[in-house]
């Protein structure tokens, strides 16, 4: 099936640092969206990004919608310590299939 | 409260023996999916269904079955589970479609010996 890459596979962060993380995709999408998972928990909507070219906030965070309609990226900014957990981004193609990236994990730096 | 739960939480099982994994949504969605999230590997789709009566195969359906007669369940089933279905599963939901905001179960963690 159709394959997300998503970068990087997990970071450490340090309090008040900023974070981006990207995902790609070989074919073109017409949604992407950003999920965090906390442990033991579901994942979470963070971000619905719908045009290509289209960047969204929600709070601290930034979500952009590549031009090519092949990615997508998020940045945190001055991140804390409870943006630790893992950040999937997932697309969709014409249709109704969703596909999720592997995922990144995002620990704190000790 | 609007949730999607999922039951049990945690399952112990051996290889061949039939069970079920149960989804309910109080949110009158119309969209349901499984996912398995194994290491690595993120979110994989395994079913979904758009409305009631309505189900296609995701990804990596080989091994489950689902079933959508009422709007609120989508039940998981493996007839014959094997070890190879061990990991966690999430049972999700939206409105009308994966484009749109997924509430997400807390997940079943399987053990398949």
């Known amino acids: 099936g159709q394959q997300l890459n998503q970068s990087p596979q997990s970071m450490f962060i340090q309090e008040g640092e900023d974070v981006s993380m990207n995902c790609t995709s070989s074919s073109i999408f017409n949604t992407w969206l950003w999920y965090k998972q906390d442990p033991g928990e579901g994942p979470v909507l963070l971000i619905a990004?719908?045009?290509?070219?289209e960047l969204t906030s929600n709070g601290r965070l930034t979500a952009q919608f590549g031009i090519t309609r092949k990615d997508s990226f998020l940045n945190i900014s001055a991140s804390i310590p409870s943006d630790v957990g893992i950040y999937f981004c997932a697309g969709m193609e014409y249709g109704n299939k969703l596909v999720f990236g592997a995922g990144t994990i995002l620990r704190v730096k000790s | 409260e609007a949730q999607v739960t999922q039951n049990p939480r945690y399952l112990i099982t051996v290889t061949g023996k039939k069970l079920t994994v149960t989804c309910s949504q109080n949110m009158n969605h119309e969209y349901m999916s499984w996912y398995r999230q194994d290491p690595g590997l993120g979110l994989r789709q395994i079913y979904y269904?758009?409305?009631?009566?309505?189900?296609d195969k995701g990804d990596v359906p080989e091994g489950y079955k689902v079933s959508r007669k009422e709007k609120r369940n989508f039940p998981l089933i493996l007839e014959s589970p094997s070890p190879n279905q061990t990991s966690l599963y999430f049972c999700?939901?939206?409105?009308?479609?994966?484009?749109?905001?997924?509430?997400f179960g807390s997940g079943t963690q399987l053990s398949v010996l």
């Open positions: 999700a939901s939206s409105l009308r479609g994966p484009n749109e905001k997924l509430f």
């Open positions: 269904s758009m409305n009631v009566e309505v189900t």
């Open positions: 990004l719908y045009k290509a070219g």
